[in-house]
């Protein structure tokens, strides 16, 4: 639990591959999960018993991508590293360092990294909120109606 407690400041580590705070554990995005994705590693930055919110840093690896998913929660996201690309809704969008991307509730929604930069971004949501829900044969479908998303899907970089 990263409540500042025993560790009011925990400090960057850079030269890693992927951004680290110290005493900040490197986890799995996903546990048991079906959920498709690829090169993504996350890590809990500040969550408490007293929090409404919590805020976790998430790097996907160059070429990797998160899940496709919706649920009931916001995500408001600021990328700190790299470039890549998002899908929220029925819109793709080119991202990089600084960019602030919302996701409104029950939005579909994907990160990208570029095929030769990892993208790491900071994500905050509630500390009680839904689980994530995958599109169904028919979604997907409504998803690809559109040609930029059919691209985006596909990893052809967004220009
Ligand atoms: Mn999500």
Known sequence: ???????????FEPGGDA???NAVDLMAYKHGG????????????????DMRSELRYFEVA???HSTLERHEHTHA??????????????????I????????????????????NAPLGFLCMVDAQR???????AHA?????????????????PVG
């Open 1 to 11: 639990m990263h409540d500042g407690g025993e560790h009011p400041v925990r400090r």
């Open 19 to 21: 951004f680290r705070w």
């Open 34 to 49: 079906r959920a498709p994705f690829r090169d993504v590693t996350r890590q809990t930055l500040f969550k408490g018993p």
């Open 62 to 64: 160059a070429g990797g």
């Open 77 to 94: 996201v600021l990328v700190l590293r790299g470039l890549g690309a998002c899908l929220v809704g029925t819109g793709v969008h080119r």
């Open 96 to 115: 990089g360092a600084f960019d602030l991307v919302t996701v409104p509730p029950l939005t579909w929604h994907q990160f990208r990294a570029s095929a």
């Open 130 to 136: 839904d689980r994530p829900q995958l599109p169904d």
């Open 140 to 156: 997907l479908e409504e998803l690809q109606r559109h040609p930029a998303i059919v691209r985006f899907l596909a990893g052809v």
